[in-house]
């Protein structure tokens, strides 16, 4: 069992590094007051190949695996995780790439590392989250069309997405449990489609989040994704799968950037006459800080591996989504207090990871959801 990174992965790490710490600090303060997506950055990170890396090269991405995905997202949210969250531009490309028709890969998939285009996933519903059977957005066949209708809400890159998939009711007549959904690729700039940005977020500010409304948009019939219907439950499930390591990264990522500026901040602080680093009490809450990342770190690259491998371990992704967003905000809760006063000041830089972080413990599968997971594959229920 080897833990160690290989050469390009230690090389896709330090590039992101670099142009996280190169350029976010430019643009995110003003990002995070004004609510607003950093497209120049996004299209800078198009160019330097770090959007949509896991995309198959015969699609036009990096053919790269959900471990290097999951790099890049830990060094970008290090850094900011309201511009970390560029990163997901290629949002949805996971199904299409899974599940979608040859035609379909070829048409979409290829626009998003390119830069030509972002995508988004519709599914959440203002009374359809965790429990997404309740999902009430239709997709009715006219002819060679489906038109649809119905509402999404919490949808990220909604205002700014050049393609979005729209999960929705297909067959509500079916007696099959799973199969009443479907996936509809909707290119947003077809009439009846409306984004609305949600505004005063707590936190990831930067990321473009926002309600869609559907008002008899038509599609053609292939923009169904696969070649039939009523697959879209299971399609929902691979996407959560991957997208929890996603944001288990972007957990161990916050934690990582608020813990060295806390390292910082405490060989710096003198009181009493030295160093508060050289107190016990504050080395026993780094000792603890930096054992709850590297726990959190070693569970989510195991994870990864076994997604690379082909292994879908349920349990094993949702161990480390739960673990991760707990020990996140524990690490960042201890960085802010750390810092005293200072901590509670925005120039001091941890405050944001205070705000951005506990999004983590809610989308993707709150916290609660990644419990019964981890218990229905431990009970075979």
């Not at 830990?74 to 309201?82: L, Y």
């Amino acid at each position: 069992m080897d833990f160690a990174l290989t050469d390009i992965q230690r090389d896709i790490q330090n590039a992101a590094r670099e142009f996280a710490e190169k350029e976010f600090p430019n643009v995110a303060r003003e990002c995070d007051e004004k609510e607003e997506f950093p497209m120049e950055l996004w299209k800078k990170a198009c160019e330097l190949g770090f959007v949509g890396v896991f995309i198959k090269e015969e699609y036009g991405g990096a053919g790269l695996g959900y471990t290097e995905a999951a790099i890049l997202m830990e060094e970008f949210w290090r850094v900011d995780p309201g511009c970390g969250n560029l990163l997901l531009t290629s949002f949805g490309t996971e199904i299409i790439q899974q599940f979608g028709t040859e035609e379909q890969k070829k048409k979409y998939l290829g626009l998003i590392p390119s830069g030509k285009a972002i995508m988004g996933c519709g599914i959440t519903e203002p009374n359809a989250g965790s429990d997404v059977f309740m999902a009430s957005t239709t997709a009715v066949k006219d002819g060679d069309e489906y038109f649809i209708n119905g509402s999404k809400t919490f949808i990220t890159n909604g205002t700014i997405a050049d393609v979005i998939l729209v999960f929705c009711i297909t067959d509500p007549n079916t007696e099959e449990r799973f199969g009443k959904h479907s996936f509809i690729i909707v290119e947003t700039d077809r009439r009846g489609f409306e984004a609305t940005k949600i505004k005063g977020k707590m936190g990831i500010r930067a990321s473009d989040t926002a309600e869609l409304s559907f008002n008899d948009v038509r599609v053609p019939i292939k923009n169904l994704v696969g070649d039939a219907e009523g697959y879209g439950f299971k399609q929902v499930m691979h996407l959560f799968n991957l997208n929890r390591l996603l944001a288990t990264a972007q957990a161990i990522g916050a934690a990582q950037g608020a813990f060295e500026k806390a390292v910082t901040h405490i060989n710096k602080r003198i009181q009493f006459g030295k160093p508060i680093a050289s107190f016990q009490g504050v080395q026993f809450m780094i000792a603890e800080m930096a054992t709850k990342i590297e726990v959190g770190r070693n569970m989510l690259y195991k994870a990864c591996w076994l997604i690379d491998k082909g292994i879908f371990d349920p349990k094993a992704i949702s161990i480390a989504k739960l673990f991760a967003g707990e020990a996140s905000i524990a690490v960042i809760n201890d960085a802010v207090q750390l810092h005293g006063g200072y901590g509670y000041i925005a120039e001091y830089g941890v405050e944001h990871f205070y705000r951005d972080a506990k999004i983590v413990e809610i989308y993707e599968g709150t916290r609660e959801i990644e419990k019964i997971t981890i218990a229905r594959e431990i009970l075979g229920r």
